[in-house]
């Protein structure tokens, strides 16, 4: 049998960590290729049901990550979604998963080697938690 490879969907600032993935890649720093990054414009317009939809339908794990408190390109984005997230965290068990799966993460567009170190912990952390449920519903 295979060892579990987690997919991990990434919700990132267009600003800082796209900016900073895109460093990461130009630098030929490795990071596992499992992540799937959907660039928004800030993470204050990542939605909750974006979140629990990408968990619903299979994903392992979600991040979110985007520029530093204070210098958000649209002022206040990366406070709304601190807050968001930390709701999220407290519902994610009605739904079955464990907080852990949700991450919110900082990544300034400098940051290629940060960017590249998150991922590589973030893979290996689902790792060690294992596949979710609905991935495992989904496969039967």
Sequence with gaps: MEPFEPTIVAFVCNWCTYTAADL??????????NIRLIRV???????????????????????????????CHYINGNYKA??????????????????????????GASDGIQFAEIMRDLTSQIRAIGPSQTRQTMII
Excluded: N
């Excluded at 049901?49 to 204070?70: F, N, R, T």
């Design 24 to 33: 990461a890649g130009t630098s030929r720093l490795s990071y596992p290729k």
């Design 82 to 107: 601190r807050r968001r997230i930390r709701l999220l965290k407290e519902i994610l068990p009605r739904f079955g998963f464990e907080p852990e799966r949700l991450r919110l993460t900082w990544i």
């Design 41 to 71: 414009m800030c993470t204050g317009m990542v939605d909750p049901q974006y979140v629990i939809k990408a968990l619903l339908e299979g994903a392992d794990a979600v991040l979110v990550s985007g520029c530093h408190p204070g210098d």
